[in-house]
């Protein structure tokens, strides 16, 4: 049983005598509270009961996120996140184990310095349009400082901007009311387009149905040229004045048959020309004279009109049109 009290002094021993670092991992080892050494990753000795492992030191990239408030220059509160990564320098781990008891709090008063010195001399649009002019200058900032002090900045970046809430609701609106307005500019571009093109296109429309309705005419009378000379080659001693009477008694009687077969005119047939007035004067006079004798409130006499020179009718009066009631 005594074999075992030397065995186990001996893992005692062996318990303070070694111990391992882990990559990236500097440990840093005290000889009765003085600095000896720093041990590199891997199994290491140090002396048992004389030399202590005092801390551990990463050499990773780490991240700290320092929320900052501040006023802009128009008086809006703004609530910035500034996230600075920083490294400990492999050639100035001693500075930064000994000079700094708390680097996160040292990091952090600087964000705070130099942002709440440039956010209130910018408006909240520079604010968010400059964050990375104020993320380089907290870079640059920390950069010279924290040098001293065995750590080196990586990048600082602004990733959060948050202005107060009815603030936001102020910008949304504004922002909805300018695309409003340039949706409604767009809308009244595009029909002034159709009504231009509208006009453009009925422009074209009416100078094509002028150009048709002349050449209609043109073809009109080219016909009634070629009818002339037909009708003079066929009835000798004829003249245009007599053509041109045929053309328009053939049109009166078309007119009368395209009246005629339509069920649902109601025509009177009543003469237009001046010196039918006194025809159709004489022919109610003659009727109420039939309907009353002479002497029985019967109608004085109606001279004739003009026109009316015992005639009944004018040899060249034309005929009446149809009048549609």
């Known amino acids: 049983m005594y074999y075992f009290i030397p065995i186990a ?18 440990a840093i080892v005290q000889r009765f509270g003085k600095f000896q050494r720093m041990a590199e ?16 030191v990463s050499l990773r990239v780490q991240q700290l996120d320092v929320l900052v408030e501040t006023k802009t220059h128009d008086n809006v509160f703004v609530k910035a996140t ?16 000994y000079k700094l008891s708390d680097p996160g709090a040292q990091i952090r008063s600087f964000v705070f310095d130099v942002v709440r010195a440039r956010v209130p001399k910018l408006n909240l649009d520079d ?11 907290v870079k640059n900032e920390l950069s010279q400082v924290m040098d001293d002090f065995g750590y080196g900045i990586v990048k600082a970046l602004m990733t959060d901007i948050d202005p107060d809430h009815k ?21 009244g571009e595009a029909e002034r387009i159709l009504r231009v093109k509208s006009a453009e296109a009925e422009a074209q429309s009416k100078a094509l149905q002028g150009r048709g309705i002349a050449e209609q005419r043109k073809a009109i009378v080219d016909g009634l040229k070629e009818s002339v000379e ?7 001693g004829s003249t245009a004045h007599d053509v041109m009477n045929l053309v328009l008694m053939t049109q009166y009687f078309d007119t009368l048959k395209d009246i005629g077969a339509s069920s649902r005119t109601n025509t009177v047939m009543i003469p237009h020309s001046p010196g039918a007035l006194g025809d159709l004067m004489n022919q109610f006079r003659a009727a109420l004279l039939t309907t009353n004798p002479p002497g029985e409130g019967s109608l004085p006499n109606v001279p004739p009109t003009h026109g ?18």
């Open 9 to 26: 002094i001996g893992i005692v021993l062996l318990f303070f005598l070694i111990f391992t670092v882990e990559q990236q991992t500097v």
């Open 41 to 56: 990753p891997g199994l290491n000795i140090k002396v048992p009961f004389v030399d202590w492992v005092a801390g551990r």
């Open 82 to 97: 500034v996230s600075v990564q920083y490294v400990v320098l492999p050639g100035k781990v001693y500075e930064a184990f």
């Open 127 to 137: 604010v968010f349009e400059k964050k990375d002019e104020i993320a380089d200058a």
């Open 167 to 187: 603030v936001k609701e102020a910008m949304n609106e504004i922002n909805s009311a300018q695309r409003m307005r340039v949706a409604a500019s767009e809308k």
């Open 230 to 236: 037909d009708f003079r080659q066929g009835v000798p």
């Open 308 to 325: 009316d020179h015992g005639h009944q009718h004018d040899t060249h009066q034309p005929p009446p049109l149809p009048t549609q009631v």
